[in-house]
């Protein structure tokens, strides 16, 4: 068990709609990283934040928005959703933000567009 | 786009054999992690070798590290059953986001 808690494990949603997928990171972790994992494209990273801020973004697209509580947790929301947003979407967490940080993930969330 | 990538992309290996895989990358890396995903889960952390390391050992892992071809191997020891899972490397360059490669997915045979 690697700490981090995705909720929910399974979304099952139609074309246009909008989602949202929560992730509460490792106890005394402050940075929490979204990733989305694809047949097609692979393991992508979208967002990171750090302690509410955030920090870096990857291949995120603008239908895409995430934001960092102050209790740490955080949330993806993805709106307008295509047929090809269908994929696996991971949080991890780290303790801190830079390099050599080992990152830990959650079982992820199964979104599927019908 | 991924920086790494792994090779081979499947493996199928008797239990109690080694398995080794290997990681290419194009840019220059601060450190480069392996990580292991069973069907359906998340990635776990295995290993973590900085730039200025050359090998590093965790248990039945050893990892090496070739900065200067940009690559990397994962060795697994004397595998079981358990080890069956997608492995990945995962690199960072300047700007510390992690990209990870395709996956080598490794089937231990009983």
Sequence with gaps: DSGVTQTPK??????GQRVTLRCSPRSGDLSVYWYQQSLDQGLQFLIQYYNGEERAKGNILERFS?????DLHSELNLS??????????FCASSVSWGPNQPQHFGDGTRLSIL | SQQGEEDPQALSIQEGENATMNCSYKTSINNLQWYRQNSGRGLVHLILIRSNEREKHSGR???????SKKSSSLLITASRAADTASYFCATDGNDYKLSFGAGTTVTVRA
Aim: glycine share 4%; no cysteine.
């Design chain 2, 61 to 67: 892992l050893r990892v090496t590290l070739d900065t």
């Design chain 1, 10 to 15: 399974h979304l099952i949603t139609a074309t």
């Design chain 1, 80 to 89: 307008s959703l295509e047929l090809g947003d269908s994929a696996l979407y």
């Design chain 1, 66 to 70: 995430a934001q960092q509580f102050p």
